[in-house]
């Protein structure tokens, strides 16, 4: 069953984490916001309920992320092994601010199912 395990697209140098919170910055970017040094630090640190990451930035990243998600393609297969949705896959086991932030807007969009398509021919070939 070796066609079940997926290879990284990271090679050894690379971190996923960081090219997470680089695609991050680059949308912040387009949105008129970029991300300072020290907020790029917040994100990338293990998550703590000790020492929280601060309400604007969380609430300005989950923005972010938001608008990330609607752009990427839904399906897996037309995606950049790279992109957003699945380097979060290879930031484990670590659990980065950026990761928890991203699976809460996840939570929150309840993207589950893809859009339906087709569902009007579905309808009218009941009738």
């Not at 960081?18 to 293990?46: C, F, M, Y």
């Not at 969380?58 to 399906?75: F, G, H, M």
Request: charged residues 30%; hydrophobic residues 35%; negative net charge.
């Amino acid at each position: 069953m070796s066609w079940f395990f997926r290879k990284s697209p990271f090679g050894l140098g690379e971190d996923p984490v960081e090219h997470v919170i680089e695609l991050l910055s680059k949308q912040a970017e387009r949105a008129g916001t970029p991300l300072t040094t020290s907020e790029k630090e917040i994100l990338a640190r293990e998550a703590s309920s000790l020492d929280p990451v601060p309400e604007d930035l969380r609430q300005r990243t989950k923005d972010l992320v938001a608008q990330i998600y609607d752009s990427e393609p839904w399906d897996e297969f037309e995606r950049d092994p790279k992109s957003f949705t699945d380097s979060l896959e290879w930031t484990e086991p670590s659990s980065p601010n950026i990761v928890v932030i991203a699976e809460e807007v996840r939570c929150e969009n309840a993207r589950l199912t893809p859009p339906l398509h087709g569902w009007k021919r579905v309808k009218t070939g009941f009738n």
